[in-house]
Each structure stands twice: as C-alpha cells, then as structure tokens.
C-alpha cells in the first residue's frame, strides 16, 4: 500500500504550521509565525496569536501544497492539533482543518500536540520504537510522557507543577535584559560562561520528592534574586556566568529525571522534543547520560522541535497508517486536551 499523504495543521499557541508527509517523509514545512508581535508584551498574548493565525492560515496552506507539489485532492487526510493549547488559537486550526476536510470529503483527525511533539521525529529517524520514553520540554509544557503506542497509549509520568522549562529561560532572559524569546539568547550567551560559576537550586530533587515532576519557579526566582543583589550593591552582573549556571541547573534536572524514567520504567528510547530542545547543552548532555546508561537517545533537529505543522502530519500520517478511526465533524478545540 501506499504511504498515507496527510496535511496537518497547527494552531496551538503563536505559530501556524502547515506540513505536508508521506508516511514518514517531509514533503512540506510552511510556518507564519506571529512571535514578533508578542515580543514587546514579553510573552504571547492570546488575542494577537488567534487573530495572526486568521490571516495566515489560507497562505500557509497554499504554500505547504505547493512546496509539497501535491494536489489537495490526492490528500488521504488533514490532520490537526485538537490541544492542548490557546483555545482561541486551537480553534482558528480546527475549524480550518473543518473546512478543507469537508470541502475536500477527506477525513479528519484530531491530534494531541504533545503526542505530535514525539511524532516528530519519525520524520527525521524513522519509526519510533515502541515504548519510547519522551521528555517534551517548551514554552508551555514540560513533561515526561511514556509512549507505547504514538495514535492511542501516550501516559504521562510526570510534568511541571510550576513554570515550563521554556518559561523559565524566557524570564532569566527578561531578568539578563537580553530580549524574548530568551530560550536561544540564553544559549548563545552561556557559551561563553561558566556553568559551575554559581550553584543555582535543582527543583524537586531531594529524596522523598517526586521522581518525575519538575519545578523551574524556584530556580528562576534564585537567578532574579541573585542578579538583583548583584546590581544593588553596584557591581557588574556576570551575564554569561549567570545564562551558563541557569542552564546547567535546568538541563541536570531534565536529563537526570528522563534517565531514571527511561531506566526505571525498562526503556532504551529517549527522544526528546519541544522548543527547547532545541538547546544545545541539553543536547550535549543528554548525550552523555544516555550514552553511560546505554539509552538510545533521540532529537529531532531543532527546526522540527519548535511548534509546526510537519509533526501533526506525521501523526495524522501515522494514525491513517494505522486504520484508526477518523474524528467526526463534532471535533472541537480542548485548550487542556490529555494524552
Ligand atoms: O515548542 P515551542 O516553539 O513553543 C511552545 O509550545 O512553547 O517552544 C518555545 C520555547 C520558548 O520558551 C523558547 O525560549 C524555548 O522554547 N527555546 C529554547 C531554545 N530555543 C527555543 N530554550 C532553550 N534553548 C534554546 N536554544
Ligand atoms: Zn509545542
């Protein structure tokens, strides 16, 4: 049989991705991203994102077709982020997705963005095996999620019970003066620092804490507290030391827990996902964990980590793949959709 070519749309919070896959080959990535319109509020504003994601939906579809160099109709599927996410944003995708889907008579699914987040990298390395321990870490999430099978049985083990990962790199930045979104500055600036400059608190680490939680609030209110004592006194603030510790705080705690989750729960895979995966100490250690404790680990390149269109497709592409049952025309947006 032939690889199912699917359409995917996301929505959820400030980019609109289109992909376009063939089983688990890329054929189009079109983003519109609105993230320069958030950046002087520091942080997306809802109302901006639903209506930036209006005005580039219909282009970025034509351009994700076009690149692909498919016709709509050979489609066997549009796929779409049904949450979790901006309800407002979500929706402006989902009813898209509707639209095409019904004008097309094609079927259509709606996916779970963080199943779509791991998904992802199939597009990159091929099909994931089965159990796959996933570390998603953005803007908006941070989680330890188990995947068993990517279209039905994704369990949660565990998640932030504060600030997302992302969250937190963006307010250090706020904090550095160094812009937003902090996430890439905050790397390039820790190249040249020292991690071990100074001890930043671990979230959740100590014994009796729970094993796959995490907490980036504490951590983020030391770095405020210490650059402000810093400047009080007059003195200079060492920004790359301070970006460097930061980061070695948040990637310790992050690749420690996936390890002992991948080891705890008897899984080789580790693939980790979301925008700051993008980040390359997190890369760079996760490396080294894994390669001690003999994991298997796996990261998309960063282009397919951050939100897009392409992951959705690759799970709409998998879903079809697989026979699962099509979402009826009820489908509606669930801005705390589970896995
Ligand atoms: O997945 P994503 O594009 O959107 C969400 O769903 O949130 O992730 C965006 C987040 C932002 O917080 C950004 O600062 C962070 O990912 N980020 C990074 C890096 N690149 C992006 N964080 C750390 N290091 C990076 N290189
Ligand atoms: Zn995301």
């Known amino acids: 049989a032939d690889e199912p070519l699917v359409l995917g749309i996301e929505t959820s919070c400030d980019e609109t991705g289109v992909g376009i896959v063939r089983g688990t080959t890329l054929l189009a990535d079109a983003v519109a991203s609105s993230v320069n319109d958030h950046a002087r509020y520091g942080g997306v504003v809802p109302e901006i994102a639903s209506r930036a994601h209006l005005e580039a939906m219909v282009p970025t579809i034509r351009r994700a077709l076009d690149t692909a160099g498919v016709k709509a109709s ?3 599927g549009i796929a779409v982020t049904a949450g979790p996410g901006l309800a407002g944003a979500l929706l402006v995708g989902v009813s898209a997705a509707k639209a095409y889907a019904w004008a097309l008579d094609k079927p259509l699914y709606g996916v779970n963005h963080l199943a779509s987040h791991i998904c992802v990298d199939q597009l990159e390395h091929g099909r994931l095996p089965e159990p796959t321990m996933a570390l998603l870490v953005s803007g908006g999430h941070s989680s330890l999620l188990l995947s068993s099978d990517i279209t039905s049985d994704v369990r949660p083990l565990g998640a932030t019970i504060d600030d997302a990962a992302g969250e937190a790199f963006d307010k250090v930045a706020r904090v ?7 996430g890439p500055v905050v790397d390039r600036m820790a190249r040249e620092g020292d991690g071990k400059a100074i001890a930043f608190p671990r979230g959740l680490s100590n014994a009796g804490d729970p094993a796959y939680d995490f907490s980036f609030s504490g951590l983020k209110t ?13 003195e200079e603030v060492p920004v790359a030391d301070v970006a460097a510790s930061f980061q070695e705080a948040v990637t310790d705690v992050l690749t ?5 989750a991948c080891k705890d729960n008897g899984v080789d895979h580790l ?3 979301g925008g700051v995966a993008a980040n390359s100490r997190l890369r760079e250690m996760a490396q080294q964990r894994c390669d001690k404790a003999g994991i298997v680990l796996r990261v998309p390149r960063p282009g397919l980590c951050t939100d897009n269109g392409a992951m959705v497709a690759a799970l709409g592409s998998e879903m079809v793949w697989r026979n699962r049952a099509a979402s009826s025309f009820d489908l509606s947006a669930d801005s705390s959709l589970p896995v």
Request: positive net charge; glycine residues 16%.
């Open 256 to 260: 420690r827990k996936a390890v002992r």
């Open 271 to 273: 693939m980790i996902g």
């Open 176 to 182: 550095l003066g160094l812009g937003f979104p902090g």
């Open 222 to 234: 030391a770095v405020a507290r210490w650059v402000e004592a810093r400047r009080r006194a007059g």
């Open 74 to 76: 050979d489609l066997d």
